[in-house]
C-alpha cells in the first residue's frame, strides 16, 4: 500500500471523498470512511458564520472518530475572517484544514468565495496566508481549472497558491461555468502536477475503480477523489481499497445494496433532531441507491415522499422483490 503526506497527515493512496454542500454531511462520511474511502473532507463552513456564532455552522464542524483522517473546509473571501475562523475551529481537532476556491454556485461565488477566487490570485493567496499563519495544522485548497473555457488560469492560479504555503492541492477539471456538466479535463491536474512540488489531489469523473487507475496512471496525481460518483455508491470505495490491498471484490447483491441503504439511512436518523427531518435529508440518498436498476425511475417517486423510516423498509422490500422478478423474466 502506498501512501501520501499532506504535512504530517498519511493519507493510504486508494480513493478519497470530496467536500460536498447537502451530500457529505457526518452519516455519509461516516459510512463512506467504512467502506473504505481513505480521506474526507466536511461540508463548507462559512468563516463569517463561525465568527457570527451559528449554531449551524459550528454543528458542521464536529468530526467523529470513524471519520477520520478528515478536513473542515472553510468559505469566505476576508482574509481576517478566514483567520479567526481558523481559531474557532481548531478546538474541533481537524486533521487538516481546507479552503474552499471552487464552489461554482452563484450564492458563493457572489459574494467572493468559491470559485469567485480564481478570478483574483493575490486574494487567494492572503486567504492562505492568513489561514497558515494561525495554525501549524496542513492547509489545502480546493479548486477548479478556471471561471470559464476563455479563462482557464489553473496551472498560474495553483503555482500562486502554492507559493502561498498551501500543503496541497485537490483539483477538479472543469471551469466554474461547467458546473458539473461536460467532461472534466483531466489535462490541466496533469500539467498541475507535472509544475507542483506540494501533494496534487486530482477529483471529476472518477464513478469507478477503472476511472481511479485511470486517475492515477494519466495525470500522476498523489490521491485520487471521488464526488457524484459516489452517490449511493460507498461500495465504490470498497472496490477500491479492495484492488489496492490485492484482495477480492464482489460486488453487492440487490439486498446488500438496500441493507447498506438502511444503514445509511438509521446514520442519518441518529443524527437528526427528529425522524421527520432524517427522512427528509434520506430520501434523495433513498432514490441514489437505486440508480441504474431496473424500475428505479418507477420508485424515484417513492423515495421522494417518504415520511417514515417504516415506509424506507418497506420500499427496500418491494425494490428487491421488482429486482427478483426481473430477473426470473
Known amino acids: 500500500m502506498e501512501y501520501v503526506k499532506i504535512g504530517n497527515v498519511k493519507i493510504a493512496k486508494t480513493l478519497a471523498l470530496a467536500p460536498m454542500a447537502g451530500v457529505a454531511d457526518r452519516p455519509f462520511r461516516h459510512l463512506c470512511m467504512e467502506y473504505g474511502a481513505s480521506y474526507c473532507v466536511t461540508e463548507m463552513v462559512s468563516s463569517k458564520g463561525l465568527c457570527y456564532s451559528d449554531s449551524k455552522t459550528a454543528e458542521l464542524c464536529t468530526i467523529t472518530h470513524n471519520e477520520r483522517p478528515c478536513a473542515i473546509q472553510l468559505f469566505g473571501c476576508e482574509p481576517e475572517y478566514m483567520a479567526k475562523s481558523v481559531r474557532l475551529i481548531l478546538p474541533y481537532n481537524p486533521d487538516i484544514i481546507d479552503i474552499n476556491m471552487g464552489c461554482p454556485v452563484p450564492k458563493i461565488v457572489n459574494n467572493g468565495s468559491g470559485s469567485a477566487l480564481l478570478k483574483d490570485i493575490p486574494l487567494a493567496m492572503d486567504i492562505v496566508k492568513a489561514v497558515k499563519s494561525e495554525t501549524d ?96 455508491n460507498p461500495f465504490l470505495f470498497k472496490e477500491v481499497n479492495s484492488y489496492f490491498n490485492g484482495m477480492p471484490y464482489n460486488p453487492p447483491t440487490i439486498e446488500e445494496r438496500m441493507d447498506t441503504m438502511l444503514y445509511h439511512i438509521r446514520l442519518i436518523l441518529e443524527g437528526s433532531k427528529s425522524e421527520e427531518l432524517g427522512i427528509r435529508t434520506a430520501r434523495k440518498h433513498s432514490a441514489w441507491y437505486m440508480t441504474g436498476l431496473y424500475g428505479s425511475a418507477k420508485f424515484r417517486s417513492r423515495c421522494y415522499s417518504l415520511s417514515s423510516y417504516n415506509e424506507v423498509v418497506q420500499l427496500a422490500k418491494d425494490f428487491i422483490q421488482l429486482q427478483r422478478e426481473h430477473k426470473e423474466i
Not at 150 to 170: P, Q
Not at 181 to 195: L, P, R, T, Y
Not at 197 to 210: A, F, K, R, V, Y
Open 137 to 232: 495544522i496542513p492547509i489545502t485548497v480546493k479548486m477548479r481549472i478556471g471561471w470559464d473555457d476563455t479563462s482557464i488560469n489553473a496551472l498560474e492560479f495553483a503555482n500562486a497558491i502554492e507559493k502561498a504555503g498551501v500543503d496541497s492541492i485537490a483539483v477538479h477539471g472543469r471551469t466554474r461555468n461547467q458546473f458539473y456538466s461536460g467532461k472534466a479535463n483531466w489535462d490541466i491536474i496533469k500539467q498541475i502536477k507535472e509544475n507542483s512540488s506540494i501533494p496534487i489531489i486530482g477529483n471529476g469523473d472518477i464513478n469507478t475503480l477503472e476511472d481511479c487507475l485511470k486517475m492515477y496512471d494519466y495525470t500522476n496525481c498523489d490521491l485520487a477523489m471521488a464526488g457524484r460518483g459516489a452517490y449511493g
